[in-house]
């Protein structure tokens, strides 16, 4: 039998999507129910890989990062960003909607400094706020790999004389579990909408934070230094 729901849209974005160049290399979602003592949670999981280039070499892109007060708020936007710490931000992502159901997740994230030549950025409590009927565990990695100009560019008609000898790929892994308490009356329908909902959320949290990041940690950085942004590689 046809769902009568199967034909609408199950996550809406309010917030304008912005261009992404940074593109996913592999990703696995696994769906699971969590008990909870005031409902139950359905646990979405996955994990994410992908990687930003940078012209320069891997010491000015690790002090670009360190600086991290100087442009994370900046290359954040739109996204509502509230300092609540020397490493960490309160961030509005977005608002979301399914069937009648609207939820604006609200996350705070650490950039930890780096550590072993890797970079973190983790979730932690937001002082004096309690999620409702959510909540996102958010834990990403960052490595730097070094490799020639001549062989990044090689088969492009680009002009590398005016780049370093090296430039430095940021490569990321993202694990990401978002819990969510539906209401009622979304819980009534079809496990298999319910998933697809959760998966979509996921899908548009990584945007919104990751891959939008991405690309405007790139702009900022190379516009800063009066150097070409890198092209879309294929993966």
Request: net charge negative; aromatic share 14%; glycine share 4%.
């Given at each position: 039998m046809h769902s009568p729901f199967a034909d609408h849209q199950l996550i809406q974005l309010k917030q304008k999507h912005l261009d992404a160049r940074a593109s996913f290399v592999g990703n696995e979602i696994l769906v699971t129910q969590v008990p909870n003592l005031s409902g139950e949670f359905t646990q979405f999981q996955s994990h994410?890989?992908?990687?930003?280039?940078?012209?320069?070499?891997?010491?000015?892109?690790?002090?670009?990062?360190?600086?991290?007060?100087?442009?994370?708020?900046?290359?954040?936007?739109?996204?509502?960003?509230?300092?609540?710490?020397?490493?960490?931000?309160?961030?509005?992502?977005?608002?979301?909607?399914?069937?009648?159901?609207?939820?604006?997740?609200?996350?705070?994230?650490?950039?930890?400094?780096?550590?072993?030549?890797?970079?973190?950025?983790?979730?932690?409590?937001?002082?004096?706020?309690?999620?409702?009927?959510?909540?996102?565990?958010?834990?990403?990695?960052?490595?730097?790999?070094?490799?020639?100009?001549?062989?990044?560019?090689?088969?492009?008609?680009?002009?590398?004389?005016?780049?370093?000898?090296?430039?430095?790929?940021?490569?990321?892994?993202l694990d990401l579990k978002v819990f969510l308490c539906f209401p009622k009356f979304i819980q009534k329908l079809p496990q298999s909408l319910i998933q697809t909902t959760g998966n979509r959320l996921l899908g548009q949290i990584v945007r919104n934070i990751s891959r939008r990041l991405t690309y405007k940690v790139q702009q900022d950085f190379h516009s800063s230094r009066g150097l070409p942004m890198p092209r879309k590689a294929k993966r």
């Open positions: 994410f890989q992908d990687c930003m280039e940078m012209y320069a070499e891997a010491e000015e892109v690790a002090a670009y990062l360190d600086a991290h007060q100087e442009w994370f708020r900046r290359c954040a936007d739109p996204m509502e960003v509230e300092p609540i710490g020397a490493h960490s931000y309160a961030l509005v992502i977005g608002q979301f909607g399914a069937f009648g159901y609207e939820l604006e997740p609200k996350i705070a994230l650490e950039l930890l400094p780096k550590e072993n030549g890797i970079y973190c950025i983790r979730t932690i409590p937001i002082p004096d706020y309690i999620p409702q009927n959510y909540d996102v565990d958010f834990q990403a990695s960052q490595t730097f790999v070094e490799i020639p100009t001549k062989e990044y560019l090689q088969g492009q008609n680009s002009d590398y004389e005016q780049l370093p000898p090296v430039i430095t790929r940021v490569e990321w892994t």
